[in-house]
């Protein structure tokens, strides 16, 4: 199973919410996940109403109970352990990560040259900031390197920190250039600790530890750059996962149903229920009567909305990946709504 989840897709699709359901339907019975988030937004502080994150991990939420369990502790095993101790069943939890890029660079000077003080030094001169704007592959190189540090940290005991990484990740028409760029370093520099931290990053992103899941909607648009995503993906070797479909709505109409509806005995039916239930007489000309009309525009609309919806399903259908559904929340996505979308996921099988 995949440990460095990558979450994209074209703008208005809702892969911040959908990656943020993903860490928590990942985290349960003691698994700990880690959500993290490379653009600057707050997205993720948003959707669980949380102040903004810190350059630091820090823990957001507890995964939903398992369907059927009996018993919900809040505690997690240690990662690797048994989740059920004594009985009961415990539950995982979801920390976040708002990665800055400069502080990552700091971190990375750190890690390789020893600089302390003088890296620190560096930032208050602005040269970190200024290393970071003219060079904008050096920035998703150190997102990307952050992320993957977090999917191989392991604790004294020799064990995964995180059973998962979450990865909210740039939109789709940059995704493969973000993760591909430290392949583009470790060529550029063939010797020294830059050239094998960038391998290094490689190694997991081109591994069967990552899968990169494109989030849609059932429009051309999404759909056509979720299809162009997936095959530039394949090509630079880097696993893909499945594809989500978000702000799925049931279907209530089709066209069999509107020519039952548009026969003239069928508005004369219509015409009388409204009436009934209280919008005016059914007689020819009436105000139910006068309704009729403005119902079936409506109703024409939807079916071939619905129509639409299947041809762009059956397109994602063919390229062959797993495919997942969530529903459209009317109310809009808070943090009940944040779990349901996680439940819902869970139902679906493993992603």
């Not at 976040?96 to 302390?116: H, P, S, T």
């Amino acid at each position: 199973m995949s440990r460095l989840h990558v979450v994209s897709g074209k703008g208005g699709t809702g892969k911040t919410t959908v990656a943020a359901a993903l860490a928590l339907a990942l985290a349960t019975e003691g698994r700990r996940t880690l959500l993290v988030e490379v653009e600057g937004r707050q997205g993720i502080a948003q959707l669980f109403e949380t102040e903004a994150l810190p350059y630091e991990e820090r823990k957001i939420a507890v995964g939903p109970a398992p369907e059927g369990a009996s018993r919900w502790g809040s505690s997690r095993t240690e990662s690797g352990g048994d989740p059920l101790r004594g009985g009961v069943r415990r539950a995982g939890e979801v920390y976040a990560l708002a990665i800055d890029a400069e502080r990552a660079l700091l971190d990375y000077l750190q890690m390789f040259y020893k600089l302390g003080s003088a890296g620190r030094a560096l930032k208050k001169l602005g040269a970190i900031d200024f290393a970071t704007t003219i060079a904008p592959g050096l920035r998703d190189v150190l997102l990307t390197g952050k992320a993957c540090e977090a999917v191989r940290r392991k604790d004294k005991n020799g064990r995964f920190v995180y059973d998962a990484v979450v990865m909210d990740a740039p939109p789709t028409g940059r995704i493969t250039r973000f993760l591909n760029v430290n392949d583009e370093v470790a060529g550029l520099a063939k010797i020294g600790p830059i050239h094998n931290q960038a391998q290094a990053v490689m190694r997991v992103l081109k591994s069967p530890e990552t899968a990169v899941h494109l989030v849609t909607l059932l429009e051309e648009m999404p759909v056509q750059e979720t299809a162009d995503g997936v095959a530039e993906l394949r090509a630079a070797g880097i696993p893909v996962g499945g594809i989500v479909i978000n702000m799925t709505r049931p279907a209530l109409l089709d066209n069999g149903d509107l020519d039952v509806i548009a026969a003239r005995g069928a508005r004369s039916g219509v015409a009388k229920a409204l009436s009934q239930a209280g919008l005016g007489g059914a007689r020819r000309g009436g105000l139910a009567d006068r309704l009729i009309d403005p119902l079936l525009e409506q109703a024409r609309e939807h079916a071939e909305r619905v129509e639409l919806e299947r041809a762009e399903h059956a397109e994602l259908t063919s390229i062959g990946l797993p495919t997942y559904e969530l529903e459209l929340l009317p109310e809009g996505v808070d943090l009940a709504g944040l779990y349901q979308l996680a439940r819902d996921l869970r139902k679906q099988g493993p992603i």
